[in-house]
């Protein structure tokens, strides 16, 4: 067991959230949308803690909307956490961002195409923060071992692993339950992606296409899987998300979902 915030964390504490806008847009955005997912969570009684990248550097086109960098970034998120006590999660691309993020962030995020980045995974141990690992979509459930020692050699035991699709053909992810078993033997809290998991990448030519409506759906059947949280993109003007506007859900959806997805976590574990 560790803690993310006051958030403890394993196969025991109850069901818990990641969730938050795919990209840091503005300030007030992040603001609005974290003080709605306070609500929700006290609502709900899921511990949910706030996610948001600071940059995007695998977007599919040169001109797509990448963020407002790692300085101003990470401003906006100290401010939510001041403003909303809610523990942080953003993702990093480089070596060098871990030890500067961990001064404000209580997770690092390593994207699903770095997972295998060697120096990258041992500078996110190095920091003594949480990490979450996202399993490559071109890799197996097993696979993830590799990474999950990477992290463990440098006395790091905080690690989750996330879930979210496998490549199948051109511009097609699918889900296969039993990668979530799979990768909790590996001694790690396993999350469900909901969101990018219907995702088709690369499949508008210039951006990724997607299918939202099935998100609740997946993020159901997982928590019945015996996932132990969710990760899932949400925006309060989700049309006009500046990423992943294909398959980010609307925020007003999440209330009913993580009811529902409470009750089947109860029913599975009882």
């Not at 938050?20 to 503005?26: A, L, Q, W």
């Not at 979902?257 to 109860?266: F, H, M, N, V």
Request: charged share 25%; proline share 4%.
């Amino acid at each position: 067991m560790f803690k993310i915030g006051d958030i403890k964390i394993d196969s025991n504490s109850g069901l818990f959230v990641i969730a938050g806008p795919c990209v840091i847009e503005s300030k007030q955005i992040c603001l609005d949308i974290a003080e709605r997912l306070k609500t929700i969570g006290k609502k709900t009684g899921i511990p949910i803690i706030f996610k948001a990248s600071f940059d995007k550097a695998n977007r599919s086109s040169i001109d797509s909307f990448r963020g407002v960098g790692i300085e101003k970034g990470l401003d906006v998120l100290a401010e939510v956490k001041k403003q909303t006590g809610m523990p942080l999660l953003t993702d990093i691309h480089s070596p060098e961002q871990a030890a500067i993020a961990a001064e404000v962030i209580d997770c690092l995020q390593i994207p699903a195409f770095l997972c295998r980045q060697t120096d990258l995974l041992l500078a996110c141990g190095q920091t003594g923060k949480a990490v979450n690992v996202k399993k490559g979509q071109f890799m197996s459930p097993e696979e993830m071992k590799n990474a999950v020692e990477k992290i463990r050699s440098v006395g790091n035991d905080k690690i989750m692993l996330t879930e979210r699709g496998t490549f199948f053909g051109y511009n097609r992810l699918v889900n296969d339950m039993t990668a979530i078993p799979a990768m909790q033997s590996l001694g790690c809290p396993v999350i469900f992606d909901a969101t990018h998991s219907t995702q088709r990448p690369g499949g508008l030519g210039n951006a990724s296409g997607g299918m939202r409506e099935m998100s609740p759906v997946l993020a159901k059947a997982a928590i019945a899987a015996g996932a132990d949280g969710l990760f899932l993109e949400v925006h309060t003007d989700y049309k006009n998300a500046k990423s992943d506007a294909a398959t980010i859900m609307p925020i007003e959806w999440l209330e009913k979902l993580l009811t529902d997805c409470k009750k089947i976590y109860e029913i599975a574990r009882s």
